[in-house]
């Protein structure tokens, strides 16, 4: 029997669920918080602790996985603004439907090809007869807490998605089996300021000696990362709707459930649309009963895009060729604990354009970087470029910056690959203190064209040791490493002069 299956994949969401409480140290921000539907699919089928995106930033992350290859193979889906789908690349989605499977989502999967060309984002695919106001739930709950009260306003959102599921349900055909994608995007810019603690209990100040060493530990920077981490307990919460939903139907245990986000946190330096692990490393859960032993535990390195042909082996579909990500299928059905493949023993990961307009002409800010078990390489192809964006004279710590509110609101204002924030509001205002300008330099600052952190003494990537005698053997294999994978997949970056990511339509204006 064909499984049905289930993607949850929020959006910016990283690697933030309790179930990692017991392969992390005592001061890991997940001590802090519960997210109980995850764990039980982690529970009952398999964790992942080495899962990692494709890319840094939406769009190439779901082109990547959708597509089952690296994000510089996805044509325009490279890039985040102006993309448009190229239809002759085959995506799993489609491969399913045309296999039989009733498709659908709701939220977001692919959005900037809003086309007929667009992978998975039809308007026939597509199920909100409820509503969308989960994509603002800490604004609408707390605009809502005072005439509904805290948990009925949340339930009202909650019931927003059952409904949504309920209707792409009601649409399949008897007997069917079905695909559906569940993409919230509330962990996505912005939240409303106190809604970690105001709508889920968390204490900004139980936050304390818990950020990394990059983020300055004050309480401005602790709310926002607890509003964040609210974020994610709702994305739980949803999730749990999902799973009730599939055991009322007697739908679970026919259910491959797998559980992502498509990259790191939003917002503040060195996260999301950078190749750090804070940027990189997601979240990854996936439960099918009498396929999955449970409770697993699973050390191996996973690229996300991975998993278009692990769905489509678990559906006995045809794996296209054009697919360069392996099936986790042998990994997942494996007994074993810890490291199963011993050939998933890294990743490669990388980015080119996130905002359009960040950098002047529309360039990108090329990257690309290889992560083991012990190691974090990346290569930065224009070093002369700000990868944060330009700093609209921000970069003199002297300048007067925006205010506070604009910084917190308008992303584009300056650094304009960095999402507004309080966080990002805080570190610019407070640049020329002598506790913060090492940090801020760090995270808004130009970068080397390599970077090589020993994670074992180091885990927040705070020396960058590629220049370091002792450390140039694993700098060159590493270098060596990365290259060859990219010139084995045909990376535009090394294997085309000029490389198109330099030129319209990847650069510059694009015409949509």
């Not at 089928?45 to 994000?71: D, E, K």
């Not at 968390?202 to 309480?219: A, N, Q, T």
């Not at 940090?439 to 970077?451: A, N, Q, S, T, Y």
């Not at 220049?467 to 990376?491: F, S, V």
């Amino acid at each position: 029997m064909q499984p049905n299956i289930v993607f949850a994949f929020a959006d910016d969401w990283g690697r933030y669920a309790s179930a990692y409480r017991r392969v992390e140290g005592p001061n890991s921000l997940n001590q802090l918080i519960n997210t109980p539907n995850f764990d039980r699919i982690a529970r009952e089928g398999a964790l992942f602790t080495n899962a990692f995106v494709p890319a840094p930033s939406c769009t190439p992350c779901r082109s990547s996985i959708l597509s089952g290859q690296y994000f510089w193979q996805t044509g325009l889906g490279a890039i985040l603004q102006g993309a448009l789908w190229d239809e002759r690349i085959p995506t799993y989605p489609l491969e399913l439907e045309k296999a039989g499977y009733h498709i659908g989502y709701t939220y977001k999967v692919w959005s900037p090809g809003k086309t007929a060309n667009a992978p998975y984002g039809a308007e026939r695919t597509r199920y909100e007869s409820a509503g969308t106001n989960y994509r603002r739930f800490s604004h609408w709950a707390t605009e809502h807490a005072e005439e509904l009260g805290v948990e009925a306003a949340k339930q009202v959102l909650l019931n927003e998605t059952r409904d949504n599921f309920n209707a792409f349900l009601n649409a399949r055909s008897a007997g069917k089996p079905f695909c559906y994608w569940w993409g919230p995007t509330n962990t996505h810019r912005s939240w409303e300021r106190g809604s970690g603690k105001a709508l889920w209990g968390l204490d900004p100040d139980d936050l304390e000696g818990r950020l990394p060493d990059f983020l300055p530990d004050v309480h401005a920077v602790r709310e926002d990362v607890c509003d964040y981490l609210g974020e994610c307990q709702a994305v739980d919460a949803g999730l749990g709707v999902l799973i009730k939903r599939l055991e009322e139907i007697g739908e679970l245990d026919n259910t491959l459930i797998v559980v992502s986000g498509d990259h790191g946190i939003p917002g503040f330096p060195r996260a999301k649309c950078n190749l750090y692990d804070i940027g990189c490393e997601v979240a990854l859960a996936a439960r099918w009963p009498n396929h999955i032993p449970k409770g697993r535990t699973v050390h191996d390195f996973v690229n996300l895009m991975d998993l278009a042909p692990t769905f489509l082996e678990a559906a006995g579909v045809d794996i296209p060729a054009t697919m360069t990500g392996k099936s986790l299928l042998p990994v997942l059905k494996s007994e074993q604990n810890g490291q199963v493949d011993p050939q998933r023993t890294f990743v490669v990961t990388g980015r080119e354009r996130h905002v359009a307009t960040a950098r002047e002409g529309q360039l990108p800010y090329p990257q690309r970087a290889i992560r083991t078990g012990d190691f974090l390489y990346i290569h930065n192809f224009a070093p002369d470029r700000w990868p944060m964006g330009d700093p609209q004279g921000l970069d003199d710590i002297h300048a007067t910056a925006p205010s506070v509110e604009d910084l917190t609101q308008n992303t584009r204002i300056a650094y304009p690959d960095l999402d507004a924030s309080p966080t990002k509001a805080y570190m610019i205002h407070h640049r020329a203190e002598d506790a913060i300008r090492p940090v801020f330099e760090i995270g808004f600052g130009k970068r080397p064209r390599e970077e090589l952190y020993d994670l074992r003494v180091d885990p927040h990537y705070m020396n960058n040791i590629a220049d370091d005698p002792e450390y140039d053997p694993i700098r060159k294999e590493l270098a060596a490493n990365l290259m060859q994978t990219l010139r084995d997949q045909n990376d535009p970056r090394l294997v085309e002069s000029p490389c198109r990511f330099e030129h319209a339509p990847y650069a510059g204006p694009v015409e949509n």
